[in-house]
T-cell receptor, first 115, second 117 residues
Framework: DGGITQSPKYLFRKEGQNVTLSCEQN?????MYWYRQDPGQGLRLIYY???????QKGDIAEGYSVSREKKESFPLTVTSAQKNPTAFYLC??????????????FGDGTRLSIL | AQKVTQAQTEISVVEKEDVTLDCVYE???????LFWYKQPPSGELVFLIR??????QNEISGRYSWNFQKSTSSFNFTITASQVVDSAVYFC??????????????FGKGTKLSVIP
């Protein structure tokens, strides 16, 4: 079945450590997105990519980095510069033919906590 | 100022009751799109509906219906004869052009619906 796979489901980070969250899709979508969700909050956009080898900062990019070397993959690195990384992270993808009206398809999320 | 406001943080209803989730949005664009997503306890977001700014017809899909009114910038979602499986967090979202000239989804903070058997 086509879909988005995020791994791991749970992740723990030590102080000063960088961690990488994986996101893979087999929907042949051009656009991919990373969101952060805090309790009682909506989703906030961290980074997005509309094509391979290109990505743009979202509303809360500080302390995060991404790469888009392959169409199927859009990993997110939470760096030590992100002082409050505890959150639920969701990856999404959509067809970029007309990104304005395409629904985004979401993965199951990764819950990141500080040790 | 919030671009998408879901004023109801949490709602509880008894099974079989009807419930309406409110969504008010703010945009300067004349062309934009509105979405509703459902987030069950498992965490993934499930797409429910998309509506463009030029189509104000109400839409019904089974027990779900949506009322889009540009005059009040609202896009409300009604569940008829609610069921326990409807328990989830529901998000309203607005797609519009961002500062970089790309389309971006802006989400409301969500409404947590609990349907009590």
């Amino acid at each position: 079945d086509g879909g988005i796979t995020q791994s791991p489901k749970y992740l723990f980070r030590k102080e000063g450590q960088n961690v990488t969250l994986s996101c893979e899709q087999n929907l042949n979508h051009d656009a991919m997105y990373w969101y952060r969700q805090d309790p009682g909050q909506g989703l906030r956009l961290i980074y997005y990519s509309q094509i391979v080898n290109d990505f743009q900062k979202g509303d809360i990019a500080e302390g995060y980095s991404v790469s888009r070397e392959k169409k199927e993959s859009f990993p997110l690195t939470v760096t030590s510069a992100q002082k409050n990384p505890t959150a639920f992270y969701l990856c999404a993808s959509s067809s970029a033919r007309d990104p304005s009206n395409q629904p985004q398809h979401f993965g199951d999320g990764t819950r990141l906590s500080i040790l | 100022a919030q671009k998408v406001t879901q004023a109801q943080t949490e709602i509880s209803v008894v099974e079989k009751e009807d419930v309406t989730l409110d969504c008010v949005y703010e945009t300067r664009d004349t062309t934009y799109y509105l979405f509703w997503y459902k987030q069950p306890p498992s965490g993934e977001l499930v797409f429910l509906i998309r509506r463009n700014s030029f189509d104000e017809q109400n839409e019904i899909s089974g027990r779900y219906s949506w009322n889009f009114q540009k005059s009040t910038s609202s896009f409300n979602f009604t569940i008829t004869a609610s069921q326990v499986v409807d328990s989830a967090v529901y998000f309203c979202a607005l797609s519009e052009v961002n500062w970089a000239g790309s389309y971006q989804l802006t989400f409301g903070k969500g409404t947590k619906l609990s349907v009590i058997p």
